[in-house]
């Protein structure tokens, strides 16, 4: 099970550092034909076996958002044409569409995994920070001791109570409410830091606690071993596990995060597609009952976090854990 | 267990003042204010009435200073969105919201404690790995991905209602029918909350139970002649508590953070749809309103599954005596 949540994790990786080449149509890319058409099958066999190919779609009746296939006219895959590596006939409007298209005729697929980018990359770089923040404060609090102890611990009791989405959304709402992606990419990674690090630092801090009394410390401190060279290099990495159990737990809080914001509209902007903002489409129910494809991004989101709490259940036994 | 209770009270104000007071500050530094719903056509004098009438015009120190002496006395002022009092506002939202969450919090104790005794205690099976299964998936759907799922099968199949908390035109129905027309429409957001917590306690049920399973007394018990049921649910179970009710105020925490997302995807009037849209209208003396009601139920909240703590487990009485 382990190795199964692993090889999910690198296998959305690769698609996420490969999203151009696997992508095969453009995300940006609108076919203005066939707003919300449903996926394109994929089919070998037309009185014989064939190459993979596709048929033409057609719209129907746009207002019903019905569509019917033309099956006179077989539309070969092409394998590593423009730049993808497989694709059908996009120019002459047929493209492969394999989870079908949004609202704006824009290819679902193309979009989820162009989406993992700024999902992905977000939540990686809040973790870093948060895990590191952590890490310093708890370090701190847990070697200095007395008055500097009780104030960083007052602090980190203090933040661990609140509701996080409220406090996200509270400093969210002090930006205008558009501003461009880069401006969100970073507001949002400042915001998961500052609620993210406390459940890092606090435990760290118990452990650095009880570490700082042993004898290997007392023995570097006689050594002339500054501080800071005790902390980093002696107390720190006695922590390394417990700072790797809770990273686990807070990249999928930040991917939910970043797709909660994103999905009521104070994240990325929808023009560009991330998990959140593809999400939006599906908060239209009169459609999502007729384009259940407009749900792929959670199902992305979903094989994510599941897949890290695979590989958390295989390394300790208590996954446990509630989002605040 | 007094002087527990009067620090855990003080605690819980100092929170709600801390938390109302950034919020309200916060919104106040946001850029842009409530004239901006008065659209770009706005004449100056109508902009600065309405800034003179919320108190815009003062210094944020002054604005503070005076909503916090009005707040005091449960007077949050008036909110532009509704052009009525913050507190019938805030106190029907909060009502809906706490409707919402007890219900999702007895459905995720009722479903997650009965399968956790029941994975726990068979230890190996057919049943507990499916009930295993189960809860894996569920903890990986927090509630902003099981309420669209749920909405997107009410919407497919028309079993539930899909959205809101009352049918239209229910306004007129008697009180018996009202209620009804609520139990009708609870259960598609009250599960989509209630899912993910319920898998967290199955788990952590099934694994205490497991634990006491096999502790000495219960073979003591067994040796006594007590049958499998009693063993289990008499003597097992209540030893077992333990790690759920520490839990307790944090799964408080997490009804009220899932309620929003739900609260949004089900359009259910609850308090983080209201402050939500106080956010965006920058509607200030409203934001505070929900900040301040959202933080007294989260003290309240984790204070109850403190008690709770403190009655299941004698030693953390004896802490909070010493």
């Known amino acids: 099970m382990k190795r199964a949540g692993a090889a999910t994790l690198i296998l959305v990786a690769i698609l996420a550092l490969a999203a151009s080449w696997v992508a095969p149509n453009a995300p940006e890319r609108r076919f203005n034909d066939l707003l919300n058409a449903p996926p394109t099958r994929v089919h070998v066999w037309d009185g014989g076996p064939r190459a993979p190919f596709v048929y033409r779609q057609r719209v129907v009746s746009r207002l019903e958002r019905r569509f019917e296939t033309v099956t006179t006219e077989r539309v070969p895959l092409r394998w590593f044409a423009d730049g993808t590596l497989v694709t059908a006939d996009p120019r002459g409007g047929v493209p492969l569409l394999l989870l079908g298209a949004d609202g704006y005729g824009r290819d679902v697929f193309s979009r989820v995994v162009h989406g993992s980018r700024l999902t992905l990359a977000l939540a990686l770089l809040a973790t870093l920070g948060a895990t590191l923040l952590g890490a310093a404060i708890g370090g701190v609090s847990g070697y200095a001791g007395g008055r500097v102890d009780l104030v960083l611990s007052r602090v980190t009791e203090f933040v661990l109570v609140l509701p996080a989405i409220y406090v996200v959304l509270a400093l969210r709402a002090t930006l205008p409410l558009i501003v461009p992606s880069s401006t969100v990419f970073l507001s949002l990674t400042g915001i998961f830091i500052l609620l993210g690090w406390p459940s890092v630092a606090r435990g760290v801090r118990a452990i650095v606690v009880s570490e700082r009394t042993r004898d290997y410390v007392t023995a570097a401190e006689a050594l002339g071993a500054s501080r800071a060279r005790v902390l980093l290099r002696h107390l720190l990495p006695a922590a390394g596990g417990h700072v790797v159990t809770q990273a686990t737990l807070l990249l999928p809080a930040f991917i939910l995060a970043e797709a909660t914001m994103s999905f009521i509209g104070l994240g990325f902007p929808e023009a560009s597609p991330t998990w959140g903002t593809m999400l939006q489409e599906a908060s239209n129910v009169a459609l999502l009952g007729d384009a259940p494809w407009a749900l792929a991004p959670a199902a992305a989101i979903f094989l994510v976090v599941f897949a890290v709490n695979l590989v958390v259940q295989g390394t300790s036994r208590v996954p446990v854990q509630l989002e605040r | ?322």
């Not at chain 2, 002649?225 to 839990?247: E, F, K, M, N, T």
Request: aromatic share 8%.
């Open chain 2, 1 to 322: 267990m007094w002087a527990f209770l009067v620090r855990r009270v003080a605690f819980a104000l100092v929170l709600i003042a801390l938390a109302s007071s950034a919020a309200f500050l916060l919104t106040r530094a946001a850029p842009g204010d409530v004239t901006d719903q008065l659209g770009p056509f706005a004449k100056p004098a109508e902009v600065a009435a309405m800034r003179a009438r919320f108190g815009l015009d003062q210094s944020v120190l002054k604005q503070w200073l005076s909503w916090a002496w009005h707040a005091a006395r449960f007077d949050f002022g008036e909110s532009f969105l509704y052009s009525r009092p913050v507190r019938g506002l805030v106190r029907q939202a909060a009502l809906n919201t706490a409707v919402l969450a007890l219900a999702a919090f007895v459905v995720a104790t009722a479903v997650g404690l009965t399968l956790g005794v029941i994975s726990g205690s068979l230890g190996s099976g057919a049943l507990p790995a499916m009930i295993r299964a189960a809860s894996a998936v569920c903890v990986s759907l927090p509630p902003l991905l099981s309420s669209l799922i749920l909405v997107f099968i009410a919407a497919r199949t028309g079993w539930l209602p899909a959205g809101g908390m009352s049918s239209s035109g229910s306004g007129d129905l008697s009180w018996a029918g009202w209620l009804a027309d609520l139990a009708w429409h609870v259960p598609l957001p009250a599960i989509a909350l209630a899912l993910p917590i319920a898998a967290t306690f199955e788990r952590l049920q099934a694994q205490a139970m497991s634990e006491v399973v096999g502790q000495p007394f219960v073979l003591a018990a067994r040796a006594r002649g007590v049958s499998s049921g009693d063993l289990i649910l008499r003597h097992a179970w209540p030893v077992s508590l333990r790690p759920i009710c520490a839990v307790l105020g944090v799964a408080v925490g997490a009804l009220l953070s899932g309620s929003f997302v739900v609260e949004y995807v089900t359009a259910w009037p609850g308090l983080g749809r209201l402050m939500y849209e106080a956010l965006r209208a920058r509607d200030i003396y409203l934001v505070a309103g929900c900040a301040a009601t959202g933080s007294a139920l989260l003290a309240l909240g984790t204070l109850v599954g403190d008690v709770l703590l403190a009655v299941v487990d004698p030693r953390v009485r004896d802490e909070a005596h010493s």
